[in-house]
């Protein structure tokens, strides 16, 4: 069975940063893609962008892009996010998703399974 | 980007009774090469994170009760909740994954009548 296992709550600061992790437990991890998705209160999912461990290979959402960076670890099966200059408009719970394809793309990936969440409040 | 439309946002139906949302994209899903669309469905409960409930448009994920089902090609698709059970009350969100940046729908809130 595959797990996400996402770091805790944060809260930081306007003009702070703030970065989030996903360890991920069984299964393979080096070439299988892992996803970002954020979720603002009471409001939609929101891809931010993903990594292919293996590679370092990252694909972001164009709103994301430069202000927000994607890495991994393959010694500890580990794929982080960062976001820089937080504003409030970034309160929100990040989630981690892995790619349905057991190879080294980000896309055409469907998500499974979800990490449990990250909120992260920006005040 | 291909943009993801869904409707309506929110309905209400009676226990046992069918529910259907419907799903649009800006741009055709389906890939010719392989005859599939590229089209998920995820329910997502209060306080939870998604779940996958269906692939390729209409591949019921394992587990998923088949009272769910999907349907569809090309840019027009819908989810159907065949016999609504309470435990069925939750946001459900299409996306596309046929490229990046993978898109969502903005949501359909279920809930009983």
């Known amino acids: 069975q595959v797990l996400l296992v996402q770091s805790g709550a944060e809260v930081r600061k306007p003009g702070s940063s703030v970065k989030v992790s996903c360890r991920v437990s069984?299964?393979?991890?080096?070439?299988?893609?892992i996803n970002w998705v954020r979720q603002a209160p009471g409001q939609g999912l929101e891809w931010m962008g993903g990594?292919?461990?293996?590679?370092?290979?990252?694909s972001y959402g164009q709103r994301f892009q430069g202000r927000v960076t994607i890495i991994a670890d393959e010694s500890t099966r580990t794929a982080y996010v960062e976001v820089n200059s937080l504003t409030s408009e970034d309160t929100a719970v990040y989630y981690c998703?892995?790619?349905?394809?057991?190879?080294?793309?980000?896309?055409?990936?469907?998500?499974?399974?979800w990490g449990l969440g990250t909120l992260v409040t920006v005040s | 980007d291909i943009v993801m439309t869904q409707s309506p946002d929110s309905l209400a139906v009676s226990l046992g009774e069918r529910a259907t949302i419907n799903c649009r994209s800006s741009?055709?899903?389906?890939?010719?090469?392989?005859?599939?669309?590229?089209l998920a469905w995820y329910q997502q409960k209060p306080g939870q994170a998604p779940k996958l409930l269906i692939y390729?448009?209409?591949t019921r994920e394992s587990g998923v009760p088949d009272r769910f089902s999907g349907s569809g090609s090309g840019t027009d698709f819908a989810l159907t909740i065949s016999s609504l059970q309470a435990e069925d009350v939750a946001v459900y969100y299409c996306?596309?994954?046929?490229?990046?940046?993978?898109?969502f729908g903005g949501g359909t809130k279920v809930a009983i009548k």
């Open positions: 390729w448009a209409s």
């Open positions: 069984g299964g393979p991890f080096s070439n299988i893609a």
């Open positions: 996306q596309q994954y046929y490229n990046v940046p993978v898109t």
């Open positions: 741009q055709s899903v389906f890939f010719s090469s392989n005859n599939k669309d590229y």
């Open positions: 998703a892995r790619g349905s394809r057991e190879e080294p793309r980000i896309s055409q990936n469907w998500f499974d399974p």
């Open positions: 990594i292919i461990p293996m590679t370092g290979t990252t």
